[in-house]
């Protein structure tokens, strides 16, 4: 892989917390006014019990409208246990994120590679194969903490459809 001089790999580091939907429910969630990724948790009867339903962001709206109960009631209707439960991923901004990044516009990115690499149940909307390649759209992602069922480093690399095209098939 060619990368330029003035082009490198961006590293993005989101942050989880895992909360009950009781907890959503009496608004008792830290991060309520924030923007992020989430990650839903609940019943499927293909997959099991307490498996990663959904992942969403919330870019316009801080978590706790987004997931007002009645935005997700068909999970709770038909997914909901006591076991159920979120996971709130909040992103980091340490040294090594680019000065002036639009934060909306990198978690719309990450959900799509977390979309794309765990291809939950309920999301098909990003679910296409590979990871469209982008020269200049290049990241590794680490998830710290409470990431659930999420792996620990997911990369546009790893799923991009550059590897993979130029691979040759018996």
Not at 50 to 64: A, R
Not at 68 to 84: C, G, L, M, R, V
Request: aromatic share 14%; proline share 3%; charged share 25%.
């Amino acid at each position: 892989m060619n990368i330029k001089k003035d082009q490198y790999l961006q590293i993005y580091h989101m942050f989880w917390k895992k909360y009950k939907w009781d907890d959503l429910a009496e608004g008792n969630i830290v991060e309520k006014d924030q923007i992020g990724i989430y990650q839903i948790y609940g019943n499927h009867a293909v997959y099991g019990k307490n498996c990663l339903l959904y992942i969403g962001k919330t870019v316009e709206q801080g978590f706790q409208n987004r997931l007002d109960p009645k935005q997700h009631w068909d999970f709770i209707i038909n997914h909901y246990s006591e076991f159920s439960h979120i996971h709130i991923g909040t992103l980091k901004k340490w040294d090594d994120l680019k000065e002036g990044g639009d934060e909306k516009a990198i978690i719309t990115k990450i959900e799509k590679l977390l979309i794309n690499a765990h291809t939950p149940a309920f999301n098909s909307m990003e679910i296409k194969g590979l990871y469209p390649y982008e020269e200049d759209n290049q990241f590794i992602l680490l998830n710290w903490l409470e990431h659930g069922d999420l792996l620990p480093e997911v990369s546009t690399l790893r799923y991009s459809e550059k590897c993979w095209n130029s691979v040759n098939y018996p």
